[in-house]
């Protein structure tokens, strides 16, 4: 998410009554998680084992508990809860509207595009030209969608990102203050879902299509040209490069990357990242030709067993 005006570190230590090391002045010009950051964002951490992916990330300002050295040409706040602090600064600058309206007179819509009755469309969400909006989709605020875009009935896009902290009382949520982003060209299928980003943005790439009931986890990014069938649920923070093809009830493990061309049959399960121009299969997938023999060695495992008894 970008600040608009930016925003100096004093006044962001002000709010969180942080202790800061770094200039006053120090510029700082968007929030966002770790898997997202830019030049010039505030980032959070607060677990050893991401502290120097985040002291070393893109970031510009990092917000730790624990007092450990700055960074060159960085700055640091120091938090006793940065979990706590970062919802807050989200809040902060993402300040929630409710809606008055079933579409907002602060959306864009495009010149061509109809928007069948029942549909929703949120605070200054962006609709390109010559789009089709069926009855039911929900549209949530600041949502961007290009130009030539189908969205069938009972779509919902920009919903919040499944990301909890665990507490000894319960979970706490992480405010999503991301945005969804549609590029031309693409199909969404009826009673998709595709939640945003935590603070950057999930996208879906030119010319992708997503057959009914596909799950779309936040921050991840569809590539071009991509073809996801009925049920397939892809978790957040995922890459899937261009021209890819997941077939009916694929499920994907979150934080990984799914290399270009490359297609996985029905009811696999990626668990980590695989290489592209390959077709893979099973759980875990695997190249398709290797899991074959596989389950074919399996199905030798009977006789095996008897002739081991005689």
Not at 22 to 44: C, Q, R, W, Y
Not at 295 to 301: D, P, Q
Request: glycine share 10%.
């Amino acid at each position: 998410m970008k600040l608009a005006p930016t925003q100096s570190l004093k006044n962001i230590a002000e709010l969180i009554n942080a202790k800061f090391v770094g200039k006053p002045d120090f510029v700082i010009s968007g929030i966002n998680e770790i898997h997202m950051v830019e030049a010039g964002d505030l980032t959070f951490v607060d677990h050893p084992k991401y502290y120097d992916k985040a002291l070393n990330s893109k970031a510009t300002t990092i917000l730790i508990n624990k007092e450990v050295d700055c960074p060159e040409g960085k700055a640091l706040l120091f938090s006793d809860d940065p979990f706590r602090d970062y919802v807050y600064l989200c809040k902060k600058f993402r300040v929630f509207t409710p809606s008055t309206a079933s579409i907002s007179p602060t959306a864009t819509i495009g010149e061509g595009t109809v928007i069948q009755p029942g549909a929703f469309v949120g605070n200054n969400a962006k609709i390109g030209k010559n789009c089709l909006i069926h009855s039911n989709v929900s549209i949530y605020d600041h949502t961007v969608i290009g130009d030539n875009v189908v969205i069938h009935a009972g779509a919902v896009l920009g919903a919040d990102a499944f990301y909890f902290k665990k507490r000894p009382e319960g979970y706490d949520k992480m405010f999503s203050c991301g945005r969804v982003v549609i590029e031309d060209n693409v199909e969404i299928g009826a009673l998709c879902t595709i939640d945003k980003g935590v603070s950057g943005d999930t996208r879906i790439g030119w010319g992708t299509k997503l057959d009914n009931q596909v799950h779309i986890g936040h921050d991840t990014v569809v590539g071009k040209n991509c073809l996801l069938a009925a049920q397939v649920g892809v978790a957040g923070v995922v890459v899937i490069e261009d021209d890819v093809i997941l077939w009916g009830q694929v499920g994907v493990q979150k934080d990984l990357v799914i290399g270009k061309g490359a297609v996985v049959f029905g009811q696999s399960g990626v668990t980590k990242s695989i290489k592209g121009g390959i077709t893979y299969f099973g759980t875990p997938a695997a190249e398709v030709r290797e899991k074959l023999k596989e389950m074919a060695m399996v199905k030798k495992i009977p006789e095996i067993i008897e002739a081991l008894k005689k």
